[in-house]
């Protein structure tokens, strides 16, 4: 690996203990010994791309998603039986052969045919999708190392607990924290809930409603002051939603999974007669994006119940409900930040200012309609 001081090409044996031997300093995270396989040269790379060049700030769960991809398109199933099954089965029939000895023979067929086993397995995506660290894992296994070494996080990577988010009131103070330095924030793996209920009597001036479930991502966007900007009360749940005292549109923004789905036809009963909005990336449009990259979790598989609920809405094929009944999913953490920041940004825009008699009426005489030039994103090539 290069080290990130000195970018001098260590072996393994020049960098024990995480330490150069050449320009004595440490280091956060080696390859050999991370299981993301990861180093530091590659966290500061990654995180530059996903802060757009220090331009917006993340939250640690995009960070973890985006050093995750690499291996969610790979299968490490039985990746260390699989070379040793076909040269064990390769050894013993050199053995049987010169020792004639038929009976080593069937050894080494069943090891070929374990060996092919894995292969086929592997084939038909055995082990693909699951990612090697957990989202809940990664502040310990990967921020911890880089802040005992550098004092804090990497550049752009914010601590969701400093940010309040119940309302849109709260949302107000995000602007001025995002220019705080980021590495000085607590680890995240210890902190607060930072997306906690919304203050229903904090929330009278809202506009709308945004609901999302996925506390890292309302971080997110309370940073970068989105709901303060469109009056959204941020909430994460459809009780939440309909206790808040307004009648304004309601956005509804999820993962593209079995859950996420079934959370806007919650919303939409929660609340009858309101405009609900479902800003969640639709399933069909990202499944057929070559850069998105889906995992799943065994543990959040839908039971039955909600399959024949997903079935009877008629809008998914076949295909698509056993995709979702396997625990597939593609994340809002997944989504290149500047891009889920302009999507959300424009519905949000567009919904308030057609609630809003007065935004209406100034968007009709042209104000507020400036034609912005969409610029290319950065990481949404990864």
Not at 348 to 356: C, F, I, L, R
């Amino acid at each position: 690996m290069i080290c990130p001081h000195c970018e001098r090409n260590l072996l393994r044996k020049e960098r024990t203990g995480n330490r150069c031997t050449h320009c004595k300093r440490s280091y956060a995270l080696d390859p050999k010994t991370n299981p993301l396989r990861l180093n530091d040269l590659r966290v500061r790379r990654i995180t530059t791309a996903l802060t757009d060049g220090g331009r917006i700030a993340i939250v640690p769960d995009q960070l973890w998603y985006a050093l995750s991809r690499k291996r969610l398109r790979d299968s490490d199933f039985g990746q260390g039986c699989l070379g040793g099954a076909f040269a064990g089965a390769g050894f013993v029939t050199v053995v049987a052969l010169f020792a004639e000895a038929p009976a080593l023979l069937i050894a080494s067929g069943a090891l070929l045919l374990i060996g092919l086993g894995i292969s086929v397995a592997r084939v038909m995506g055995a082990g693909k999708g699951i990612p090697p660290v957990v989202r809940e894992g990664f502040p310990a296994l990967v921020l911890s190392p880089w802040r005992s070494v550098y004092g804090g996080l990497p550049p752009g990577v914010l601590d969701p607990s400093a940010y309040g988010t119940g309302t849109a009131g709260a949302a107000g103070s995000a602007n001025s924290a995002r220019s705080a330095d980021p590495a000085g924030a607590a680890d995240p793996a210890g902190a607060a809930d930072p997306a906690g209920a919304a203050d229903p009597a904090g929330a009278e001036g809202a506009t709308g409603v945004l609901v999302c479930p996925d506390r890292a991502v309302v971080a997110f966007l309370v940073a970068d002051g989105l709901p303060a900007r469109h009056g959204l009360a941020v909430v994460r749940s459809p009780a939440e939603a309909a206790a808040v005292p307004s009648k304004g549109p309601v956005l509804v923004l999820h993962d593209t999974d079995a859950d996420g789905e079934l959370l806007v036809r919650g919303v939409r009963e929660a609340l009858p007669g309101r405009t609900v909005v479902d800003v969640g990336p639709p399933l069909r449009t990202v499944r057929s994006l070559p850069q998105a990259v889906p995992y799943r979790d065994p543990r959040r598989r839908p039971g039955p119940a909600d399959l024949r609920i997903l079935t009877a809405l008629g809008t998914y094929t076949p295909e698509e409900l056993k995709w979702l009944g396997q625990g597939w999913r593609f994340p809002l953490v997944g989504l290149p930040p500047a891009r889920l920041l302009a999507v959300v940004d424009r519905v949000a825009g567009q919904v308030s200012h057609g609630a809003d008699p007065d935004r209406r009426r100034a968007a009709n005489l042209g104000f507020l309609t400036w034609p912005e030039a969409a610029g290319p994103d950065p990481v949404g090539g990864r």
